[in-house]
């Protein structure tokens, strides 16, 4: 299964709490909240790349399965990991304390972060 595609927010869950538990401004929590945000990735093989954008803010990610990658978090963070596959259908990511899970089935692409006690799931749907 690809994971080639665009993809559109549709919801989210425990978003400001997740957000304030990885310590960014309230401020920017607030603006961020209700920002539509679009996921672009290309697979090739075991080389993905990963665009998010949420307003007017784009991180790109690019990572090859099984081999470590710098990373860019929500917060600005740059971190170093390795991203590695279980199954057809999804990424697994251990980040600086994080969980990264994200999942694809048929249309519908899941991701859901963990911190301490706290995830934050992402709903987005194929456009």
């Given at each position: 299964?690809?994971?080639?595609?665009?993809?559109?927010?549709?919801?989210?869950?425990?978003?400001?709490?997740?957000?304030?538990?990885?310590?960014?401004?309230?401020?920017?929590?607030?603006?961020?909240?209700?920002?539509?945000?679009?996921?672009?990735?290309?697979?090739?093989?075991?080389?993905?790349?990963?665009?998010?954008?949420?307003g007017s803010k784009v991180i790109?990610?690019?990572?090859?399965?099984?081999?470590?990658?710098?990373?860019?978090?929500?917060?600005?963070?740059?971190?170093?990991?390795?991203?590695?596959?279980?199954?057809?259908?999804?990424?697994?990511?251990?980040?600086?304390?994080?969980?990264?899970?994200?999942e694809l089935n048929g249309d519908?692409?899941?991701?859901?972060?963990?911190?301490?006690d706290i995830s934050l799931k992402?709903?987005?749907?194929?456009?």
């Amino acid at each position: 299964m690809s994971f080639t595609g665009k993809y559109e927010l549709q919801s989210q869950e425990n978003f400001e709490p997740f957000m304030r538990a990885i310590g960014l401004p309230e401020d920017q929590i607030q603006k961020g909240k209700d920002l539509k945000s679009t996921t672009e990735i290309v697979q090739d093989g075991k080389k993905f790349t990963v665009t998010v954008t949420t307003g007017s803010k784009v991180i790109k990610n690019q990572f090859t399965i099984g081999e470590e990658s710098d990373f860019e978090l929500m917060n600005g963070e740059k971190v170093k990991v390795v991203v590695q596959m279980e199954g057809n259908n999804k990424l697994v990511a251990e980040l600086k304390g994080k969980k990264s899970v994200t999942e694809l089935n048929g249309d519908t692409l899941t991701h859901t972060m963990t911190v301490g006690d706290i995830s934050l799931k992402r709903v987005s749907k194929r456009i």
